[in-house]
Structures are given as C-alpha cells and as structure tokens.
C-alpha cells in the first residue's frame, strides 16, 4: 500500500515523519499526472502546491480551521488529503468537481472559483470566530500572486489589518504567474523577491554553516530558521512590500521545501494575529512537460499523454477564440485605433497575437476586470476603440463600470465575451450564463451573438465601428463547428435561416443555438407544423423584423443559452407588447440555477433544452394543450392544413 492509500483524512498525516511527508509529496505528482492526463484539468496549479497543502493539513485542523483557496482550482491535493482520491470522473458528471464544493466535503467551504475573493471571506469568517468566541480556531487563506492583482484582495488587507486580534494566516503561493506570467507593479515587486541572490545567498550560506555541525547544528539551524526568515526579509528589503499594512510577515519560503513550509506554518499558527507566509513554487513542478510549457506550465489541460504531455484528442474545427483572435489582428492592422483590454487572460481569450504584433497596443490589467473596463472608458475618452476581452462569467464582476462608466459616458468599447453560455466541466462559477439578463437592462447596449465563425467576423467588424456606447460579441467555448448560410438577410441585419409556406412558428435563435432552433423546425414540419427560423445577430436592441415577422405567426419561440429570466425571449416579449403584437412568445433558456459540471451536452439534456423537448412542447402550444397556446387558425386554413402530411422547408443550401 503506498503512503497515499493511507490518507482517508488530514490527521492521517500526523503519524507520518517528514521524510515520509516528502515522500507522500512524490506520490500526490504522480497521482495528479496519471489521473488529470485521463480526464483534463487543472494540472499545472495542482503540481506546485503539493508540498504547501500537505504542511498546511498537517499543521493545522481543517475542517475546524478554514482553509479558503483563491482559485479553488488549485484545490486539488486539498481534496486527495480529505478522503477524495477518486478521479477518475474529474469534472464529469457525478465525478468530482474542479473546485471546492460544500456537497463533496466538510473540508470546503468557497465554491466560487472568481480570483480575489478569499481574503474578504477569511476576514468575515475570522471576525465570526472572534466575535462567537471561538478565538481558538484558525483560518487560513491560499492565494495566489496573481490574485494580487485585484482590487478586492487590497480592500480585505486594508480592514483586516486594522484589526490585528485574529487567527488569520494568508499563505500567498507565489508562481510569478496566474495563467500566464502575473503583471504589474506588484508582480515585478514579487519577482525581484524571488530572484534576489542577497536573499538565496544568505539563506544557503547560514544552512551549511549549521549543516558542518552536524545534528546538533541542524537541530539549531531549525530552531533559529524564524528568525533568520525574519532577519533575510530584512536584510532582502522584502518587508517593504508590507511594511504599511501592520500584518506579521514570514518569508520568503521554499513552498517545495517541507520543512521550510511546516516551520513556516507552525510559527504563523502560533503567532495568534494575521500573518502573512510568502511562499515561493513552481508552477507544474516536477512534471517536465508542465515545467516547459512556455505559454501558461499546463494550466489547464485536456486528455493528454502523461509520457509526453502531448493531447491525445484530434484537432478539428477551429475555435471560437481562434477565430476571434485572427480576425482582431486583422482589424488592428487596419485600423490603429484598436486597443485590447484583457484581465489575466492574454491566451484563453486570444489577444495574445495582437499582443506579438503590437505589444503597445494590447494591456493586460490583471485580475482587475472593474479596473480593465473603467480604464476602457478612459482610453474611449482619449480618441481609441477597446475591445475588453474576458470570459463571460467575469463580466458580472464589472457590470457597475459598464454601467456607469462607458454606457453613462456614451464610449465606443466593445465587449468581447468568451466562454458564453454553457461551458461544462467548470461548473456552476464559470457557466457564462448570466451576461444576456445582466447587461441588456443597459441603456443603449448593443449585443451580438454569431451563429458560426463567418458571422463572428462579420459582427465583431460590426462592433469596433460603433463609437457611441458599448457594444458586446459573445460566443461559446469550443470549436466553432458547422456555418449556417442564410437564405435571406433583411434590411436591418437579420437573417433568415429557414422558411416553411405555412407561418405557425417563428424561431428565433441567439448565437450557436440557431443549429438545435432548424432541427426544432424540421420535427416540427414532419408533424405538420410551419415554421420561420431566424437569427437576429444583433439581439439587443430587438430588431423590428423580428417585430414584424412576429405578427405574421402564431407563436414565437426564442432559444438561448442564456438563463430564461430577463434574458432575450423577455426582451422579444415585452417588445412585442410595447407595438401592440398579441403574438405569445414562448422563451426558452437555462433555468435560473446554479448548474452543476459536465458536458454541455448533458447539462441542456439535464435542462430540456434538446430538439425533441422542445419540438414536443411547441406541437403541444401549437395545438392548444400548453401554455403557451398558439393564435388559432381560421377555419378555411385548418381544413386545407388537415389534408396535407409533413410541411416543405425552404433553406440556404449546404456547400
């Protein structure tokens, strides 16, 4: 049985010596490389907090003491040392997920995988102990450096330092990255820290000069080592960094030293106010093909070979991202207004090849998205177009400074969202399903959703010439897939992708659902039902064809992959009703819920958002036996429909 077998909890770490700890460390790489290689996911994160999960287990008594991670993606090892060695579903349905999750264990306690967080939920967590008198329990918060780069993080350590009482230890697990290399000021700080030879200098020296010794010079040297980490912090001008926030500080640290770790933590646990233990790692340690992966060490992955770390999975259409990615420099090229906006996330949201052709042109502000879009507005106000590029789910972060700063101010910036709608294996924190409700209640906002990778580039070129308020493109994660041709493109822009001789229903598509809204419609013919199927690729404003189209049939059904509250069936709705159509409008979405992790596949499955369910419910309304019910037919119009079978479709023809 290996050491790991061992661990069902975190005080099974107790009977264990340090070597056996280093040793249980070897075997956790192991495990991480061999399962997350079946399965993908965060892989890199994981490999370089091994050894600082074991000594925060073993030093202190979760779930008693709160462990906060921010991101929870590196919650890994977390969950391996809490009786959570099953993977083989990782991020699959009924597996376990990517992130802390209250349903899987007693042991976590933030879901939510949006960076920055965690020092404001140790600080509300820390004040309820003192103030429930249990000043007796520690709460430890995990962050990453690059979680520095966000506002909120400065926030909670300007109140918690005002109140130096509690047991609060934030441990910052410093990789010198977030996905890719972590920027700014206070990245630049951090890095001078970790490659400044007076610190590693003086720390090898005073460790071989108590190593000559013998035991009894190694045993002095650990009993000494706070001081000395107190001492080189000083003598390396490393407590600069925090020397205004009136919080202890213990470091820099070996994060992949064991010893160096657990003296590092037992020193803060005794210490009994906030402590700050500034951990040196290396992202994607001890896997080669992570260590050399330039671009972001493995931070994600899919399937891959765990020998090579090559993808085993086949390339095939190109992806969203991609598409927008190529199609961005394009326009740059052409027009030296264009500016980028990105916040951590240069490669997952493409800019990175703006940024290798005009690297003054594109800013990565970090993990600050209300930063990114208030400095948007600025860079509108002084004569340039950004395009802000994030993933959808963090535009919620935002919502004010698009509200108030660039529509209020009527600035030309163009939203780009990645990863809309349903995204899967991340779960509930990273579904971008909340972007459609939230910004269409902007005044003047104007939204498009392409249905293929023509139509992003058409819309995207759209956007950037809009200079009079933001504009938003969004689009799903994946490969861009089959294009849908349209047979007609009306005055204002909407193209009609299907249409039947007889009016019964009029689809109305956002973005990729416009494929599952033609399947709809060919169900729906084989049952004698007609029906119109478009797509408005611009949403918001609702464009009068729609309007009018909706007038002309005797129900509407919207399809989105955005949740059904306030979302663009609403909107469709209440338009119609504003120009007097007494048309009904049947909207389908997501349901307003926290979705669980799995495939996207599965998760419309879960949620009824197939072509059978949906065909079925519409020959229910259309026949009067649901709710919404279809305008009936005159009486001349019904005879002559009940003579005929299945109804012919006109569509765009297929290359």
Known sequence: MTLLETIHGPRDLDGLSKEQLVDLAAEVRAFLVAEISKTGGHLGPNLGVVEMTIAIHRIFDSPRDAIVFDTGHQSYVHKMLTGRQDFSRLRQTDGLAGYPQRRESEHDIVESSHASSSLSWADGISRAFEMTGQSDRNVIAVVGDGALTGGMTWEALNNIS?????????????????????????????????????????????????????????????????????????????????????????????????????????????????????????????????????????????????????????????????VFADELLTLATGNPKLVAITAAMLRPTGLHKMAERFPERVHDVGIAEQHAVASAAGLAYGGLHPVVALYATFINRAFDQVLMDVALHKAGVTFVLDRAGVTGPDGPSHHGMWDLAILQVIPNIRLAAPRDSTRLREELAEAVLVDDGPTVLRFPKGSTGVEFDALERLSDGVDVLLRSKQQDVLIVTVGPMAGMGLEVAERLAAQGIGATVVDPRWVVPVPQSIIDLAGQHRIVVSLEDGIRVGGIGTRIRQDLREAGVDTAVTELGLPDEFLDHGTRAEILERVGLTPQHIARDVVAMVLGSKLPHARALPADAAADRSQTGTVPLQRAPRD
């Open 162 to 322: 005002d109140d130096n009482n509690r047991r609060l230890i934030i441990v910052v697990n410093d990789n010198g990255r977030s996905y890719a290399p972590t920027i700014g000021g206070m990245a630049r700080f951090l890095n001078t820290v970790r490659l400044r030879r007076s610190y590693k200098a003086a720390y090898i020296s005073s460790r071989e000069a108590f190593d000559h010794m013998g035991a009894p010079g190694r045993a002095l040297f650990r009993g000494v080592r706070g001081g000395m980490h107190g001492f080189l912090s000083r003598f390396s001008n490393n407590e600069a960094l925090y020397s205004n926030l009136d919080i202890k500080y213990i470091g820099p640290v070996d994060g992949h030293d064991m010893e160096a770790m657990l003296e590092a933590l037992s020193q803060a646990k005794d210490y009994g106010a906030p402590v700050i233990v500034h951990t040196i790692t290396q992202k994607g340690k001890g896997y080669d093909p992570a260590v050399q992966d330039v671009a972001d060490q493995f931070h994600a992955v899919g399937v891959i070979d765990p020998e090579t770390g090559e993808p085993t999975e086949s390339a095939g259409a190109p992806s969203w991202t991609s």
